[in-house]
């Protein structure tokens, strides 16, 4: 090969790597986000970008960024890279750091799986649509006896979670939650209560919707159980409103007569699945239930309720605090 040949290779050379590194701007074709994980070498973040349709040749990623001298340098997180991008585009996203990989997310005690589904969305985990679907999807078994789906089994806690997780994940993630947070005698709590776990569980979402203070919750079921024995319809404003639309403060007559099984003034028993996810406090209570006569209770404020064991004393309740 002659001089003049060397040289125009050279240059030709010379000429394609300055190109791809800062001419080539057709990747990624669309705003483009990937997570970088703890500890990942230069060749496997190139290799990811790669993957991920941000750069074309990986190889060339990790010599600009041996050049620059940035060998362990890109911190673990998640990165978002918009569309058409040269080498040192790329480079100055990574340099200047992304989000953190992970998102925490708080679950109050008593949201159901609706407001726990609006609430991943607007972290970016999945859409509520999503979350909702794999809740009515799913169901879980115990002693033979399966659940209507994750209503009720959705432990509130604080939960940290990736970026990229799925609905599934976080349904998986607060169901595993859910398990280790059941009273752990709970399989002989049940069969001393001749009741089933999701019947106790539903229980525990009226007494987490119900109850105000956690001295109350175990007085509250036994409340609710009472009734249930006796064959009165439990009367639970909680269970209209999760079977109402749109949330309301306060209830109508007109409330109260909805046509819907979920509606404990018009049908006994209990409603058929949980109207909440409750929280540790209100499921201890539901499988430990106060021994006690009452029937009935009225709230009389400060977070506070007086019970009663007639109906003579639930009616001069009423008339002392609901003036």
């Given at each position: 090969?002659?001089?003049?040949?060397?040289?125009?290779?050279?240059?030709?050379?010379?000429?394609?790597?300055?190109?791809?590194?800062?001419?080539?701007?057709?990747?990624?074709?669309?705003?483009?986000?990937?997570?970088?994980?703890?500890?990942?070498?230069?060749?496997?973040?190139?290799?990811?970008?790669?993957?991920?349709?941000?750069?074309?040749?990986?190889?060339?990623?990790?010599a600009y960024e041996r050049l620059r001298d940035r060998n362990a340098t890109i911190q673990a997180a998640q990165y978002t890279f918009g569309p058409?991008?040269?080498?040192?585009?790329?480079?100055?996203?990574?340099?200047?750091?992304?989000?953190?990989?992970?998102?925490?997310?708080?679950?109050?005690?008593?949201?159901?799986?609706?407001?726990?589904?609006?609430?991943?969305?607007?972290?970016?985990?999945?859409?509520?649509?999503?979350?909702?679907?794999?809740?009515?999807?799913?169901?879980?078994?115990?002693?033979?006896?399966?659940?209507?789906?994750?209503?009720?089994?959705?432990?509130?806690?604080?939960?940290?979670?990736?970026?990229?997780?799925?609905?599934?994940?976080?349904?998986?993630?607060?169901?595993?939650?859910?398990?280790?947070?059941?009273?752990?005698?709970?399989?002989?709590?049940?069969?001393?209560?001749?009741?089933?776990?999701?019947?106790?569980?539903?229980?525990?979402?009226?007494?987490?919707?119900?109850?105000?203070?956690?001295?109350?919750?175990?007085?509250?079921?036994?409340?609710?159980?009472?009734?249930?024995?006796?064959?009165?319809?439990?009367?639970?404003?909680?269970?209209?409103?999760?079977?109402?639309?749109?949330?309301?403060?306060?209830?109508?007559?007109?409330?109260?007569?909805?046509?819907?099984?979920?509606?404990?003034?018009?049908?006994?028993?209990?409603?058929?699945?949980?109207?909440?996810?409750?929280?540790?406090?209100?499921?201890?209570?539901?499988?430990?239930?106060?021994?006690?006569?009452?029937?009935?209770?009225?709230?009389?404020?400060?977070?506070?309720?007086?019970?009663?064991?007639?109906?003579?004393?639930?009616?001069?309740?009423?008339?002392?605090?609901?003036?």
């Amino acid at each position: 090969m002659t001089l003049a040949a060397v040289v125009v290779l050279c240059i030709a050379a010379a000429a394609f790597c300055y190109w791809a590194a800062f001419g080539d701007t057709e990747r990624p074709e669309q705003s483009t986000s990937i997570v970088i994980a703890e500890g990942s070498s230069l060749s496997e973040i190139a290799r990811q970008l790669g993957d991920a349709g941000i750069v074309r040749w990986p190889i060339a990623f990790v010599a600009y960024e041996r050049l620059r001298d940035r060998n362990a340098t890109i911190q673990a997180a998640q990165y978002t890279f918009g569309p058409h991008l040269a080498l040192p585009a790329v480079a100055a996203v990574l340099s200047q750091g992304g989000r953190p990989p992970t998102v925490w997310i708080t679950i109050p005690e008593g949201f159901t799986a609706a407001q726990i589904g609006g609430v991943l969305q607007s972290h970016g985990i999945g859409t509520k649509s999503e979350f909702l679907a794999v809740v009515a999807d799913t169901d879980l078994r115990f002693n033979g006896v399966e659940t209507r789906g994750l209503e009720g089994y959705l432990f509130p806690d604080t939960y940290q979670l990736r970026r990229d997780a799925t609905s599934r994940d976080a349904a998986d993630v607060m169901t595993a939650t859910f398990m280790r947070k059941l009273p752990r005698d709970y399989v002989g709590a049940a069969r001393k209560l001749k009741m089933t776990i999701p019947q106790i569980v539903t229980a525990a979402s009226l007494i987490e919707r119900e109850a105000r203070v956690d001295i109350e919750r175990p007085i509250m079921a036994g409340v609710y159980y009472n009734r249930l024995r006796l064959g009165m319809p439990l009367q639970v404003d909680a269970t209209i409103e999760y079977a109402l639309p749109n949330h309301k403060t306060e209830l109508s007559l007109s409330d109260l007569k909805i046509d819907s099984p979920y509606n404990t003034y018009l049908y006994t028993g209990l409603p058929p699945t949980p109207i909440a996810n409750p929280g540790a406090a209100s499921l201890q209570a539901a499988f430990h239930p106060a021994a006690t006569e009452y029937l009935y209770y009225v709230y009389k404020g400060g977070g506070r309720h007086e019970f009663s064991t007639t109906l003579e004393q639930q009616v001069e309740a009423e008339r002392k605090h609901l003036r």
